[in-house]
């Protein structure tokens, strides 16, 4: 599951390389005693993100930007990789549950059920991840990523073609989450492009996601979202938020600060 396996990500030994895919390339990075990084272009067009249609336009592109940076990376033979997906592929949701049941085998159909109410396509056939978070008394948040499995593939299929294997797939926002700071209650705000994503986390509980295609990159349209959320925060979570860490805003993160 893909939540489960960011977690693994931070406890266990990580994969050797990571990818992180967007409209714009394929950012690479080589973990080990001396960070190497690399960034492949994409041109205009090869891809057009989103969870309801085809991503990968010019599948041969898309595939000789993955050949090139393997080549330069110098992948020889078969490993594990992480990669990293755009976060508007998928859907990003927190479901509350009063009572949520320890056995995975009860979990993943109540988390289906609750999905089919606004996901716009089929949830029985789509890849699912959830993460349960533990809260006060029997309540649960669970962090739930779903997209149709056929996205996530075309995804993973060039990679696996030059001999890598994606161990470990999740999204970017879910991803940078890591970095930030666990006390207190942040909200983080990631800008990819048009996409907005949102979190509001709670010490180290994710309460609220939210992703959505802005009708610009600027300032005013994200504080349209920012302000909202702000509110959300005060009217349910007991608090103003403490802090409000951006990402991906470029040239524009003096004037967002």
């Known amino acids: 599951m893909l939540v489960e396996k960011l977690k693994s990500l931070v406890q266990d030994p990580p994969p050797a390389l990571a990818f992180e895919i967007s409209e714009a390339g394929i950012a690479s990075a080589r973990i080990g005693s001396r960070a190497e990084l690399d960034f492949q272009p994409l041109k205009p067009g090869t891809l057009s993100v989103s969870p309801l249609k085809e991503n990968i336009i010019d599948p041969d592109a898309f595939a000789d930007a993955v050949r090139s940076l393997a080549a330069s990376q110098n992948v020889r033979k078969r490993k594990d990789v992480a990669l990293i997906l755009p976060d508007f592929s998928t859907r990003i949701a927190v479901l509350d549950f009063d ?81 930030a700071p666990e006390a207190g209650l942040t909200v983080v705000a990631k800008l990819t492009g048009h996409v907005l994503t949102v979190l509001v986390r709670q010490k180290n509980v994710v309460k609220l996601v939210r992703c959505l295609e802005l009708p610009s990159p600027d300032l005013e349209d994200v504080a349209g979202v920012l302000l909202p959320t702000f509110v959300y925060v005060e009217d349910n979570l007991g608090g103003r938020a403490e802090r409000l860490l951006l990402c991906g805003f470029g040239a524009q993160i003096s004037a967002a600060q």
């Open 99 to 179: 009572n949520f049941p320890s056995d995975a085998k009860e979990q993943l159909p109540l988390v289906r059920f609750r999905l089919k109410r606004s996901v716009p396509f089929d949830v029985d056939s789509a890849a699912i991840s959830y993460s349960p978070q533990p809260t006060a008394g029997k309540k649960m948040d669970v962090v739930v990523v779903v997209t149709p499995i056929e996205i996530v593939s075309r995804y993973e299929a060039p990679f696996r073609a030059v001999g890598m294997n994606p161990g470990l797939v999740t999204m970017s926002s879910l991803a940078a989450l890591e970095l």
